[in-house]
Nanobody, 124 residues
Framework: QVRLVESGGGLVQAGGSLRLSCVASGRTFSGYAMGWFRQAPGREREFVAAMSWAGGSTYYAGSVKGRFTISRDNAKNMVYLQMNSLKPEDTAVYYC?????????????????RGQGTQVTVSS
């Protein structure tokens, strides 16, 4: 069974930074794309970022591009989301996700695995 566990969420003031981490366990993740989604209260879950297995391709939602950076360490089965210049509208539960195949668009492709989420709250 695949397991994704997020950490690093918390409360931060607007303009601040947070770094989310996700560790994958249960099986080899060779070839898996990894990413992040988020869901704010009363809103649908939305795509945030994704990265291909080798890290050569990255994808970002327009609302976070230039502020968030996704990275991964395949040797450790880890994926990260560095979030800078945070805004109150970034407040949400952030979920780590994984796709077992390579796609050209991860924003609208259902993921195969998802973690339990970590809360990020940005105060104004």
């Amino acid at each position: 069974q695949v397991r994704l566990v997020e950490s690093g969420g918390g409360l931060v003031q607007a303009g601040g930074s947070l770094r989310l981490s996700c560790v994958a366990s249960g099986r080899t993740f060779s070839g898996y794309a990894m990413g992040w989604f988020r869901q704010a209260p009363g809103r649908e879950r939305e795509f945030v970022a994704a990265m291909s297995w080798a890290g050569g391709s990255t994808y970002y939602a327009g609302s976070v591009k230039g502020r968030f950076t996704i990275s991964r360490d395949n040797a450790k089965n880890m994926v990260y989301l560095q979030m800078n210049s945070l805004k109150p509208e970034d407040t949400a539960v952030y979920y780590c996700t994984a796709w077992t195949r390579t796609y050209s668009d991860y924003a609208w492709t259902p993921y195969d695995y998802r973690g339990q989420g970590t809360q990020v709250t940005v105060s104004s």
